[in-house]
């Protein structure tokens, strides 16, 4: 008899249990089947190379903003690669001048073009001057119209 009860105890225990963590539902003959939950996760994995040292998880949607606005105003694709380039001539000035890491002012530079782009695009007359390298248009992060030869 204790053995029964022992046995309908751990029985108990591990419905009570497994109720945590999976969803159970009683059949009519007395037995419960559980349900596998499914959890879609999303993730920032970081970068290497250029695209790393210039993107961020928020410049990546401040970037996805700003391109929407800038295809709508001008009715090109906005360069990110273009962006890149242009952030890390400010970076290596930074760089120059007060001995900061590339990869991490790039980040902010990135981020200065594009407020200044969408500043622009708003209508808010905006200039950013990295030294040598100068914005004198918006239009100047547009995509090349030269097309790719295909295969």
């Known amino acids: 008899m204790t053995k029964g009860i022992v046995i309908t105890f751990y029985d108990a225990l591990d419905i009570v249990l497994l109720k945590g963590i999976m969803p159970l539902t009683l059949t009519i003959n007395g037995e419960y089947n559980m349900a596998i939950k499914t959890i879609n996760a999303t993730f920032w994995k970081q970068s290497t190379g250029l695209t790393g040292q210039n993107l961020t998880e928020s410049n990546q949607k401040k970037f996805t903003r700003v391109a ?10 906005l360069s990110k690669t273009r962006l890149y380039k242009a952030s890390r001539v400010g970076a290596r000035n930074l760089k120059k001048e007060f001995g900061t890491r590339i990869g991490s002012t790039s980040i902010a530079t990135f981020e200065m ?39």
């Open 68 to 77: 929407k606005k800038y295809k709508k105003v001008t009715e090109k694709s």
């Open 113 to 151: 073009l594009l407020t200044a782009i969408d500043k622009e695009l708003n209508g808010v007359k905006h200039s950013i001057e990295f030294g040598e390298f100068q914005v004198k248009s918006y239009n100047d992060f547009a995509n090349s119209t030269a097309t790719r030869k295909k295969a």
